[in-house]
T-cell receptor, first 116, second 118 residues
């Protein structure tokens, strides 16, 4: 079974508008962490934001925020005021505590295109 | 601070050839990882090393071997390359995580190696 699901293979957004990228996850571990990474066309993986399962507030980092709905097992990334440089692949990932190695489980990714 | 470095950046192999992908980090991280990225598949874990001296299989270990040479270096070896191993390979590192450490330890990624097996 998929542990991380990103149902939007591709998204378009107009420059300066906000966009939400969906991520749902599946785990029986009560303690876990959720990450979002950005991969521009140049190929590098850039860490954006983190949310812990016990965090009371939704995480925010600049124009990025995470809409964390624990009961629904969703951790959607919200990008406000989109910029052309936001065009990239975006990956949601999860780390579970039983996993001593700290490995991440990734979703399939969403390709975001920002239109001028 | 170079972060995570990988060599080579590009490689073309013939079926049956062997090669080793090198990875090094200068952040004194305990844990290191090898992922492969295929179109539409996200990143999948091949092998990881939670700490120096240990290695474990990930989701797709078949056809690969790894060596954690020291705390800095973690290499990935393809003994007999197959076309199905054509992919982009990423090495990553992080501080120790899990029950003994924090959940929040972002993984830092290298620039990737683009491997084609003909």
């Amino acid at each position: 079974a998929q542990k991380i699901t990103q149902t939007q293979p591709g998204m378009f957004v107009q420059e300066k508008e906000a966009v939400t990228l969906d991520c749902t996850y599946d785990t029986s571990d009560p303690s876990y962490g959720l990450f979002w990474y950005k991969q521009p066309s140049s190929g590098e993986m850039i860490f954006l934001i983190y949310q812990g399962s016990y965090d009371q507030q939704n995480a925010t980092e600049g124009r990025y925020s995470l809409n964390f709905q624990k009961a629904r097992k969703s951790a959607n990334l919200v990008i406000s005021a989109s910029q052309l440089g936001d065009s990239a692949m975006y990956f949601c990932a999860m780390r579970e505590t039983y996993n001593q190695g700290g490995k991440l489980i990734f979703g399939q990714g969403t390709e975001l295109s920002v239109k001028p | 601070n170079a972060g995570v470095t990988q060599t080579p950046k590009f490689q073309v192999l013939k079926t049956g050839q062997s090669m080793t992908l090198q990875c090094a980090q200068d952040m004194n991280h305990n844990s290191m990882y090898w992922y492969r990225q295929d179109p539409g598949m996200g990143l999948r874990l091949i092998y990881y090393s939670a700490s120096e001296g240990t290695t474990d299989k990930g989701e797709v270990p078949n056809g690969y071997n790894v060596s954690r040479l020291n705390k800095r270096e973690f290499s990935l070896r393809l003994e007999s390359a197959a076309p199905s191993q054509t992919s982009v390979y990423f090495c990553a590192s992080s501080e120790k995580t899990g029950l003994a450490g924090g959940l929040y330890n972002e993984q830092f990624f290298g620039p990737g190696t683009r491997l084609t097996v003909l």
